[in-house]
């Protein structure tokens, strides 16, 4: 059984999770009342590691194969002698709703002295710990009804819950809560995790999130195409190897970073900091000449130049290997001259904050660049509303990318990175990181990425996953509450040599 920190690398929609089930089944032969077991026994095994000294359980079963999961956990909890109260949804009488699997199920539970009732609305839950296996992955359209009122009673009280797959009302393919969704503790989902748990609202509802593939055979899953694929250490150590012993700072990169409007010199001397700190051989800075010598002072082994115009930016450009454009940027007569410069050369670049704004009225597509939106900024260079894009990132960083090229970064929970080919999730990440300046640190750790060597989606990717990790790093050393955007400068040396097991210690 896998956690959230070591969940696989590969993530599915909800129709090609349930095709991983039927090939389980029609292929593989394995009996789809044996694969409902071993789920049962997989949430029990959880509940018991989390709780082992439970005396009662209160199990809420829908009528499909997720509340046939839920049945054999009730019937495991009976026979270890537990009090177990089990409450059915749907139509009454609910033994006559089951079908298949979960109608097996029902009769094994029923053999072994499991006993049901109709939710009515009325009675209360007993049990110390409650297993929510209502509603499934197959769920469409807004929670209505009696889920509904179930759901919102079981959101307003103070026990724990583990959701059986997903919780009942989260949509699994976006992680749109629909209507009302369970706020579970602990969600175990099998065979395939599903993105939704991994993305928007999901990362609130579904609690400590675990997996465990039921046993199913390797092969099994050569034969589903992937959805998406989750940023690893892995990758990092892969795509990032150790430098040769000759290495001087011309082999590692120049980046040039452009920004600072007046009042806005902290977010471009930030990007430039994380693209030092990320491994930049050189770091430039041109930003407002009042900002110099603050700069300097913050960081002197950037090279910071004072640019009036776009003409001096354009000085600077035939030394730089990656631009990174926009961080305190502003919307100025000075910042126009600026992207003017930035949007017609041909360096590999990010842009970041202000500078996407210019993005729509430029109609030359980049495949070196790699932009890097949060949903209020995506939502503005579609022309969608902020909830639209959260409610549909998947298609919404597809939407990004086939009309700006290049690479598209979709920040937020969950952070998508999509090249048009394949899109990469990161799961790392935590609250502390609602904070100003975040955004630009992450920029500059692409352009040092992209500086190094990498293709722009591998350093796009690795460096939202090096920017989730030493943000987590962060957390668990002081806490969420009060991080700051410079307190993951040090860090990222640890993230990025593959040191972080040093620090935690």
Not at 285 to 308: D, F, I, K, N
Not at 375 to 398: H, I, K, Y
Request: glycine fraction near 12%.
């Amino acid at each position: 059984m896998m956690t959230r920190a070591t969940l696989p690398a590969t993530v599915y929609t909800a129709e090609q999770s349930r095709a991983l089930d039927r090939l389980a089944t029609d292929v593989f032969g394995i009996p789809g009342f044996r694969l409902m077991q071993r789920a049962g026994h997989a949430v029990f095994s959880l509940l018991l590691q989390h709780w082992p000294g439970v005396r009662s359980l209160t199990v809420l079963c829908g009528t499909g194969n997720n509340g046939g999961d839920g049945l054999i956990v009730a019937g495991l909890a009976q026979q270890q002698g537990l009090q177990v109260q089990v409450l059915t949804l749907g139509q009454s009488p609910f033994v006559e709703q089951l079908q298949g699997e979960a109608l097996d199920a029902w009769r094994w539970a029923e053999a072994v002295g499991v006993t049901a009732q109709p939710w009515t609305g009325h009675q209360e839950l007993s049990g110390e710990v409650i297993i929510d296996a209502m509603l499934g992955t197959g769920i469409s359209g807004e929670v209505r009804g009696p889920v509904r009122d179930l759901i919102i009673r079981l959101n307003h009280q103070a026990r724990p819950v583990v959701a059986v797959d997903i919780p009942s009302g989260l949509c699994s393919d976006t992680g749109q809560v629909l209507g009302v969704a369970v706020q579970a503790t602990l969600t175990l989902t099998f065979i395939g995790v599903k993105q939704g748990l991994l993305t928007h609202a999901g990362v609130d509802h579904c609690g400590q999130l675990y997996f465990d593939s039921l046993r199913v055979p390797d092969e099994l899953y050569e034969r589903v195409p992937v959805s998406v694929f989750r940023t690893e250490q892995e990758d990092l150590r892969e795509l990032l190897p150790a430098r040769p012993r000759s290495a001087h700072k011309g082999h590692c990169g120049h980046v040039l970073v452009v920004g600072g409007g007046l009042g806005m010199g902290g977010a471009a001397l930030m990007a430039a900091q994380s693209a030092a700190r990320s491994g930049a051989g050189l770091v430039s800075l041109a930003t407002r000449p009042e900002h110099v010598s603050a700069a300097l002072v913050r960081q002197p082994e950037l090279m910071v130049q004072g640019v009036v115009s776009g003409h001096a930016l354009q000085a600077l450009l035939p030394r730089a290997d990656v631009l990174v454009a926009g961080p305190g940027l502003g919307s100025s007569a000075w910042s126009d001259q600026i992207m003017q410069v930035v949007l017609s050369a041909s360096v590999p670049q990010v842009l970041d904050a202000d500078a996407l704004a210019y993005l729509p009225s430029h109609s030359v597509a980049h495949a070196r660049r790699v932009i890097t939106p949060h949903p209020g900024e995506a939502a503005r260079l579609l022309g969608w509303s902020v909830d639209e894009v959260q409610q549909g990132r998947f298609s919404a960083v597809r939407s990004l990318q086939q009309r700006y090229g290049g690479v598209v970064v979709l920040k937020g929970a969950g952070t998508l990175t999509f090249d048009g080919d394949v899109i990469h999730l990161c799961s790392g990440g935590n609250p502390g990181m609602a904070s100003g300046g975040m955004g630009d640190v992450l920029s500059g750790i692409i352009g040092a990425l992209m500086a190094q060597g990498l293709k722009p989606v591998d350093a796009a990717r690795l460096g939202v996953y090096a920017h989730a990790q030493a943000a987590d790093l962060c957390a668990r050393q002081q806490g969420e509450r009060g991080l700051l955007a410079t307190d993951l400068l040090t860090l990222l040396r640890y993230v990025l040599n593959d040191k972080e097991e040093s620090i935690l210690v």
